[in-house]
């Protein structure tokens, strides 16, 4: 009989898990064998929900996504609370901080990304090139770096107490950064009732996503739920003060223009890095993250693989081969992930069957970011940088359309090429967005008169008249490519929740963008099968 295929996954969050979920056939037919090292003592989660626990909108039995009973009962080993220090690549190990070496065949890394920590005068940052990392591999090696009492980032279920005791303290919590994340988190601390104020360097919030209009909208969108925003303003230094016990506590954050700006807790939201100090330890080629290729093997040792945040996904040619500065980084987003994490499950139990494959990692669309929040609708995709007075001889084919109405806090904004929908931002006009993501899905052209799309947020507006927004082949979920006809399914087999829908289809359980669609979705099929709606 042929050895089974020693398998050792280094990272145990979503996208490890459905590494694991998807290879429990072959585990259990002991053609693989998995051996999971996760640094965590939890069972895998959702780290997306990260910021609704923080708050207390969410408990952690709604964001767990692994099933570590399952993969244990099919003979899968998994180690939680356990850190992968080395991959000994001569031997064939990895090297774990219980003392363990685990021999494999095949290393897969799904070590994810760690928060960024920004230059601050009395805050440590560490660096982790090479030289760094031979030198305290001990102290930088699947460690984040440490940070003073009352300055958190939120990556954990630890940063997510700390965020957690401050809310419900009713504190001032002072949220720097003001991508996607930190602003999710802000919104939903101040409607918790904490007292919250954001801080960035920048003219707009967003500013990856948005344009200017829109990212005015959401700022006096922000204000007026009660948030403090300071923009333009470059974070220098913290102050600290000495709580009675002795311990020293952040007090302040002081920005380069002079501002001191007194809080409880600081939280850092400025970004995230991937987690390849391993894979430069071990002489793999790193950039932005672990450089694999379109098959997720290392570009160095075809024996290892990366999936999700650490992996960045270069073609390897002669151009880039020669390169020191890579195009691209990890995506970042919870579905390319799970995608990479089940298309790698398929291709390695292809390959203990002896069968090969060739089906390609499906190719990932431009990402569709959306501000979860209550009150504070945003959506964006796409370059939205053009304005409507552009010299249309330097774009001939491009057209921008834009509507206003800041007072009321609504905004969007449409490009196209040659009528087709290339990009977009929307602010308060959730209906508009939706509808205008239809069209970016399918790649759709936009009616000739663009202010028809206004009508979907005006006030005669029927969404239940709107054929298009639920045909079958409709992607409600796109973390997990689950379609309007997959919920109706799920539905008629007595799911009429969705949370119930989310976990017989996995719609919901990724960014939790959909949810309200779900929702919608089913009430649609309750109401056209008689039945009372049970969405809530």
Known sequence: MTEPLRIVLIGYGPVGARFVEELLPEVAARRIVVTVVGGEH??????????????GNTELDAMLVGDREAAQAAGARVLLGVAATSIDRSARVVRCSNGEALPYDRVVLATGSRANVPTLDGVERHRRDLAS????????????????????AL???????????????????????????????????????AQVCVVHHGPIPMPRNLDRGSGQVLRAALRRTGITVIAHSRAEAVGFRTDEDGTRRFDMLVTADGKQLRGDL?????????????????????ATGVVVGPDLRSWTDPDVYAIGDCAQVVERTDETAGRRDLPGAPSGL?????????????????????????????????????????HVDVVAVGDVSADPWDDDALAPRRRVAQWADPE?????????EDGV???????????????????????????????????????????????????PETTVCWCNGVTVGRIEESAACGHGTVECVGRDTRAGTGCGGCRGRIAEVLARTAQADGAPSLTA
């Open 42 to 55: 939890a069972e895998a989660y959702n780290r997306v929900l990260v910021a609704d626990y923080a708050v």
């Open 133 to 152: 990392l031979e030198k305290h591999a001990s102290t930088l090696v699947a460690r984040d770096d440490a940070l003073p009492a009352g300055i958190t």
């Open 155 to 193: 990556r954990d279920l630890d940063d997510a107490q700390r965020v957690l005791e401050a809310v419900r303290g009713r504190r001032r919590v002072i949220v720097l950064g003001a991508g996607v994340l930190g602003l999710e988190l802000a919104l939903a601390a101040q409607h918790a009732g």
């Open 266 to 286: 600081l939280v850092l939201s400025c970004g995230v890095s991937p987690r390849n100090e391993l894979a430069t330890l071990a002489g793999l080629r790193t």
């Open 334 to 374: 919870i579905g390319p992930g799970w995608r990479q994490a089940s298309w790698l499950a398929a291709a390695l139990a292809a390959e203990v069957a002896g069968i090969g494959t060739e089906a390609a990692l499906p190719t990932e669309r431009e990402p569709i970011v959306m501000l979860k929040a209550e």
């Open 408 to 416: 009321h806090l609504r905004y969007v904004k449409m490009v196209t």
């Open 421 to 471: 929908l290339t990009g977009f931002a929307s602010v308060g006009m959730p209906r508009t967005a939706a509808e205008l993501t239809l069209l970016f899905e399918r790649g759709g052209e936009l009616p000739a008169d663009r202010s028809l799309l206004l009508r979907f947020d005006g006030p005669d507006y029927d969404p239940a008249g709107d054929a298009d927004a639920f045909a």
